[in-house]
């Protein structure tokens, strides 16, 4: 089956305090257009880039205009711990390229998946999340949500329809994973995890911070929110923090009332309103994270970070076929050398996730490659001294090659036995390819192998 056709183009939202949705002029465009052109159009005289608005409040002539704003009922800014027009500017161009009707920035990608889950899933509530995805938010939902009372269910990438289906219970409110894992490279089956979480009434949330909407795009597949770490390639540059959370819109909440009464029961901190009433299916979810969470958490991005994000995304379609493809180069090189015991990169035939990497991610997928060097963890450490070019950094995805022995750092405290059930062997090296020239990549990788 193909994606799923959108029903409405791609429209844009001013988040905050009320959600109205705009048509996006960009959306009969190509992406790369998109990239440049959507979520701001000057008027004649106007500053051609996005303006930074670094101001934390605004001006109002009359207390019922501000009034109104706090009670939902007018569109404006007050506050930029809510929202900001920089912000929103650039959360309109990431809800373009997603296919999106709304979106939000966040301070961090950790911010951004803590708001997606907890808008819709609290106390006495119960998560269905893939076993591989990012440690930082493993940790947020085995640990840190469950002692807010939230229950996390994981369970393989691989489960069949009937291991999906057993794994929901009544009181279960959305399902999570992400298209490329980070550092496990598994592919989700989205359509798959899609229909499975539509058969029993609840959203599929899908992190797209690895293949981005240059590579995949999760809601032609049937997932309803979208959620991004900006951090790595949508910045690319190593310079600004960041998270993003996309709605589809495609999500009836209202079907499923009595699972989501924060979104179609009276919110009594804002006099009643009824986010689905009043904002529709479009803007019901973002608005809410906005006005409840945001209000409540205060995980802004400042607007700084969303003008160097926004001159990210300008070039986000010329970096990541080239990211891409020199993590195909590098995967064939470690594949083919004989100092390499095995190599996990989705675009590699062979690979347990070749086949649904060529269904979901047809022009690529990321730069990133796991590998194990042949002589464990001594040898993967010495592997990384060798290297020249590449750095040692904890970071992935951006314009300057990386690596980084997640057994000797990020999973440090961990036993061997610990590191196999965790999935990260003592001999594997995650390398970032950044966007340098491929064939100066090849050869650093090629020589430390070789001086091993
Ligand atoms: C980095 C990352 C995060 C966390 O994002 P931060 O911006 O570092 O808070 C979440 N998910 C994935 C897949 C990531 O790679």
């Given at each position: 089956?193909?994606?799923?056709?959108?029903?409405?183009?791609?429209?844009?939202?001013?988040?905050?305090?009320?959600?109205?949705?705009?048509?996006?002029?960009?959306?009969?465009?190509?992406?790369?257009?998109k990239c440049i052109l959507a979520g701001y159009t000057p008027a004649s005289g106007e500053p051609r880039q996005i303006p930074i608005i670094q101001s934390t409040t605004f001006k109002y002539d009359s207390g019922d205009q501000l009034g109104a704003l706090f009670n939902l009922e007018a569109a404006g800014y007050f506050y930029s711990r809510l929202a900001n027009p920089t912000n929103d500017t650039v959360a309109a161009k990431i809800a373009a390229l997603e296919g999106g009707t709304a979106a939000m920035l966040t301070g961090?990608?950790?911010?951004?998946?803590?708001?997606?889950?907890?808008?819709?899933?609290g106390q006495g509530d119960h998560l269905v999340s893939s076993s591989t995805i990012y440690g930082g938010s493993y940790n947020l939902f085995a640990v840190t949500m469950a002692r807010m009372g939230v229950e996390v269910t994981f369970i393989s990438p691989d489960s069949t329809d009937e291991e999906l289906d057993a794994a929901f219970r009544p009181n279960t409110k959305a399902v999570f994973g992400e298209t490329v894992a980070n550092p496990a490279l598994t592919v989700l089956d989205i359509e798959r995890w899609a229909a499975a979480a539509h058969r029993h009434g609840v959203p599929l949330l899908v992190d797209n911070t690895f293949a981005t909407p240059i590579h995949c795009r999760p809601f032609e597949w049937g997932a309803d929110i979208v959620i991004h770490s900006t951090t790595k390639y949508m910045d690319g540059h190593g310079a600004a923090l960041?998270?993003?959370?996309?709605?589809?819109?495609?999500?009836?909440?209202?079907?499923h009332a009595d699972k989501f009464p924060g979104l179609t029961t009276p919110d009594e901190s804002y006099h009643g309103v009824v986010y689905t009433e009043r904002f529709g299916l479009g803007g019901a979810y973002i608005t809410k994270a906005t006005a409840q969470l945001m209000r409540d958490f205060g995980s802004s991005q400042s607007p700084f970070n969303a003008y160097i994000l926004n001159l990210g995304l300008e070039s986000l379609h010329l970096r990541m076929p080239r990211h891409a493809a020199n993590g195909?180069?590098?995967?064939?090189?470690?594949?083919?050398?004989?100092?390499?015991?095995?190599?996990?990169?989705?675009?590699?035939?062979g690979d347990p996730y070749y086949a649904l990497g060529q269904k979901y991610l047809p022009q690529g997928s990321c730069g990133v490659v796991s590998f194990g060097v042949k002589g464990g963890r001594d040898a993967a450490q010495r592997f990384m001294g060798n290297l020249d070019l590449i750095a040692i950094e904890t970071h992935v995805a951006d314009a300057r090659s990386c690596c980084l022995h997640p057994a000797s750092t990020t999973h440090r405290q961990m036993n061997d036995e610990q590191l196999a059930a965790a999935g990260?062997?003592?001999?594997?090296?995650?390398?970032?390819?950044?966007?340098?020239?491929?064939?100066?990549?090849v050869a650093d990788v090629d020589q430390a192998l070789t001086r091993l």
């Open positions: 089956m193909g994606p799923v056709h959108m029903a409405e183009p791609a429209r844009r939202c001013r988040t905050a305090p009320v959600c109205f949705l705009v048509m996006d002029t960009t959306s009969n465009l190509g992406i790369g257009t961090s990608g950790q911010a951004a998946e803590f708001y997606a889950v907890f808008n819709i899933v960041g998270g993003c959370i996309v709605d589809s819109g495609q999500f009836d909440w209202t079907a195909q180069a590098v995967a064939e090189c470690l594949a083919a050398h004989p100092q390499v015991a095995w190599v996990r990169y989705p675009g590699l035939p990260v062997s003592p001999e594997l090296v995650r390398i970032s390819c950044g966007i340098e020239d491929t064939a100066d990549l």
